[in-house]
């Protein structure tokens, strides 16, 4: 799935004329796992990217493996992280950080929920873009993928549960990453 990752991505930033670069991808089993931007107990399975050293981590455990082809938990955290990657490449994450140090604690939670609902949107164009080869149909169960893979509650600095469910489904529908611009979309869709 990296490689469907970095072919996808890699043609989506040649066109924009952006230079591309693969993340290192590492797959850690366990309880707690050592990463180079700390130590996680991921209760489920998990992707994290790490930008100090470009890698995305995928933390698996038994319960996260058991029912990968109709509930594909490590394709969507294998893909959040990447989409952390190419939010780097494009320089989001350097933008947000710049802006963040201006910004009030309010600011930063704002700003930290339209990147988060941005990442959230290029996993959907993603997994959407690969969803019919993975013996799925549109009509099928993306409704169930959309649903069932965004979190319960609200999460500050993640966006609401609702824009989450919008932007991951307007990213699986269009199955392109030109539909994620939240930077343009109104204040309710971002918070």
Known sequence: ????????????????????????????YGDRIKTACGIYRPGDTFGLYCQRNTTVYLMVNDYGVADELDSPQMLESLSIGYSYHIQRLIGVLDQ???????????????LNSKVALQNICFTGAFIGSVWDSLGHSKEH???YFINRHSPEGDVPGNGTTKNRVYWLGRGFGAQSPGACNIFTAPASRVA
């Open 141 to 143: 169960g993306s409704d």
């Open 96 to 110: 947000e950080a710049r802006v963040a140090r201006k910004s009030s604690k309010s600011g930063v939670v704002a």
């Open 1 to 28: 799935m990296s490689a469907c990752l970095g072919k996808a991505w890699g043609a989506q930033l040649k066109k924009a004329g952006i230079p591309f670069t693969k993340p290192k991808v590492t797959v850690a």
